[in-house]
């Protein structure tokens, strides 16, 4: 199978890349247009492992010529690309708006146009707001409360519209918060780990008890995959690990696997309009086959030594 990756630059897409890679026989087109999180670095090795398996193409899914140029000829497309930073969403709003919704609007035009067969369009757990008690499923109302998680909101149903309107064979994945090897670091998981590496504080929002379900990156990619080679069209799959904890947990465990103490917490002013708690059901996936198999403290201790011993990657993006 031939798939065409949005965003395979960027740090779930490009885990997706190499799980794709090392375990099928397909072939990967990479489409990416290097924006911030976006690093040619991240798949250098890929390159060089892959040969004729393997191809890069730098442009923006805004750009609906290259992206049908592109496209063509595909047996798939993985929709990853997407500004997916809460905090520069509430900074600057714009380009998650066009980004987001509109750039999705084109890709689905684009794989309409292509005849694509099989569409994955990757979205977040954000999309249902926050949950006081119990867990969202897939059929649940949207209650996006950031410009991030509005953005998102709006282009799973741009996505799904293509079902409903022209047919095309889309599905949606909602997943809970990714960590692992290859995250830029904004996000908690390695801004907190290299901030440690480095000796310096971490900076937790308001009291520490947002809770959050963490799923390690190469378990979201293997639920990816079964859901663009077994899902059904029209169809939405949350992807959640169990994994829910207060991030205050979460950072204890990377102050253990520094081996520091409560002493380097910098408690912070919160984030504007900071969700509470995100939890999903994730039983119609489970239904398929799917379930994490990294234990949440290998996965972090796997993703601390990761950053300790990769500094050449990150090191440039801080």
């Known amino acids: ?29 990479v489409y990416d247009a290097l ?45 990853f690309a997407a500004e997916s930073h809460v905090d520069r969403s509430i900074a600057g709003p ?9 750039g999705t609007n084109l890709v689905m035009q684009a794989a309409r146009q292509a005849d694509v067969p099989r569409v994955v369009h990757i979205s977040t757990d954000e999309v249902y707001g926050s949950v006081p008690h119990g867990s969202s499923v897939e059929t649940d109302r949207l209650d996006p409360r950031s410009p991030y998680s509005a953005s998102k909101a709006g282009s799973d149903l741009i996505a799904l519209s293509y079902y409903t309107t022209y047919g095309l064979p889309v599905m949606v994945t909602r997943s809970s918060n990714n960590f692992g090897p290859w995250q830029y670091p904004e996000k908690l998981v390695p801004l907190f780990v290299t901030n440690l590496l480095d000796g310096k504080n971490v900076p937790l929002y308001g009291d520490g008890l947002n809770q959050r379900d963490w799923l390690f990156v190469e378990d979201n990619c293997a639920a990816v995959d079964l859901v663009l080679r077994a899902g059904q069209p029209g169809e939405i799959y949350n ?22 103490g409560p002493e380097r917490i910098d408690y912070v002013t919160d984030r504007l309009g900071h969700d509470r708690r995100y939890s999903v059901a994730s039983e119609k996936v489970r239904a398929m086959g799917w379930q994490p198999e990294h234990d949440l403290d290998e996965a972090l201790e796997r993703t601390f030594a990761w950053y300790r011993d990769n500094r050449w990657w990150w090191e440039p993006l801080k």
């Open 1 to 29: 199978m031939k798939l065409f990756v949005t965003g395979g630059a960027g740090f779930i897409g490009s885990n997706y890349v190499r799980w794709v890679l090392a375990r099928t026989g397909d072939e990967v087109t």
């Open 35 to 79: 924006t911030y999180a976006g690093n040619l670095a991240t798949l250098a090795e890929v390159e060089k492992r892959s040969g004729h398996r393997y191809r890069f193409v730098h442009a923006d899914i805004c750009d609906l010529v290259a992206l049908s140029k592109a496209v063509a000829g595909h047996d798939a497309v993985v929709h």
């Open 94 to 102: 714009e380009g998650f708006a066009t980004t987001n919704c509109v």
């Open 239 to 260: 992807i959640g690990a169990g994994n829910e904890m207060p991030n205050r947990d979460l950072t204890d465990k990377l102050l253990v696997l520094a081996g520091a």
